[in-house]
């Protein structure tokens, strides 16, 4: 049977990157709240394309049932930003935000783990997880409150399910991407080549997560440019 991964929160930038990546050994199934993004990398990697909320449970336990055998990687992607000055902020802007980044990150993990944890054939790694991060998950800066919250509430998440999910044979691990990626129609200065993420080379990061000998599994890792500050 072939392997199973799941990309929630697909477009064209590191989600299309992911999907081309595990599309060479695994069937993908890519879940979109706009499926229009995500329907040329669906098409370009022959992957299987699901419009759904990433915040609704129902929608996402039903396609993580769908799914021929218990995945063996499923990412989260998706967050939202809400900015401005703390005095000026929009509660339910906020309360938005938080739900996409944090908790529809809870409701991935929630049922990949379900379905992980049936899977009693699998030797050794019986699944593994990533939630994509952000430098506002290991500093909050100023004027962007709500998703320095989102991203906190979702490293906190993947160190809590690492702490339980590893001695039960599930990998969770949280990538902080810290820096810009290089999307397309986004341009890096000409001067400073490299001083963007390249979103293959970020995926080719995940990729060695995903195998990672569990004798020495990371639960939490950066990636940025050579040139970014930290």
């Given at each position: 049977?072939?392997?199973?991964?799941?990309?929630?929160?697909?477009?064209?930038?590191?989600?299309?990157?992911?999907?081309?990546?595990?599309?060479?050994?695994?069937?993908?199934?890519?879940?979109?709240?706009?499926?229009?993004?995500?329907?040329?990398?669906?098409?370009?990697?022959?992957?299987?394309?699901v419009q759904?909320?990433?915040?609704?449970?129902?929608?996402?336990?039903?396609?993580?049932?769908?799914?021929?055998?218990?995945?063996?990687?499923?990412?989260y992607n998706?967050?939202?930003?809400?900015?401005?000055?703390?005095?000026?902020?929009?509660?339910?802007?906020?309360?938005?935000?938080?739900?996409?980044?944090?908790?529809?990150?809870?409701?991935?993990?929630?049922?990949?783990?379900?379905?992980?944890?049936?899977?009693?054939?699998?030797?050794?790694?019986?699944?593994?997880?990533?939630?994509?991060?952000?430098?506002?998950?290991?500093?909050?800066?100023?004027?962007?409150?709500?998703?320095?919250?989102?991203?906190?509430?979702?490293?906190?998440?993947?160190?809590?399910?690492?702490?339980?999910?590893?001695?039960?044979?599930?990998?969770?691990?949280?990538?902080?991407?810290?820096?810009?990626?290089?999307?397309?129609?986004?341009?890096?200065?000409?001067?400073?080549?490299?001083?963007?993420?390249?979103?293959?080379?970020?995926?080719?990061?995940?990729?060695?997560?995903?195998?990672?000998?569990?004798?020495?599994?990371?639960?939490?890792?950066?990636?940025?440019p050579w040139?970014?500050?930290?």
């Amino acid at each position: 049977m072939r392997k199973q991964a799941v990309i929630i929160g697909a477009g064209s930038g590191l989600s299309a990157a992911l999907a081309r990546e595990f599309a060479t050994d695994h069937t993908v199934t890519l879940a979109a709240r706009d499926g229009t993004r995500a329907q040329s990398v669906a098409e370009a990697t022959g992957a299987r394309l699901v419009q759904l909320d990433a915040t609704d449970e129902t929608a996402v336990a039903d396609m993580v049932d769908s799914l021929d055998g218990a995945p063996n990687l499923v990412v989260y992607n998706p967050s939202a930003r809400s900015r401005g000055p703390i005095a000026e902020l929009d509660i339910e802007a906020v309360r938005n935000a938080i739900d996409v980044t944090a908790v529809g990150a809870l409701i991935a993990a929630k049922h990949a783990a379900r379905r992980m944890l049936e899977n009693t054939s699998q030797q050794g790694c019986r699944g593994t997880i990533l939630l994509t991060g952000a430098s506002a998950g290991v500093k909050g800066f100023a004027n962007s409150a709500p998703f320095a919250m989102g991203k906190f509430a979702q490293r906190g998440l993947a160190e809590s399910m690492a702490r339980e999910l590893h001695p039960k044979g599930i990998h969770v691990a949280w990538v902080n991407v810290d820096g810009a990626i290089r999307n397309p129609g986004r341009d890096e200065p000409a001067d400073r080549p490299d001083s963007m993420l390249d979103p293959d080379a970020i995926a080719r990061t995940y990729r060695h997560l995903y195998e990672q000998d569990r004798s020495a599994w990371t639960h939490e890792i950066a990636v940025r440019p050579w040139v970014e500050t930290f």
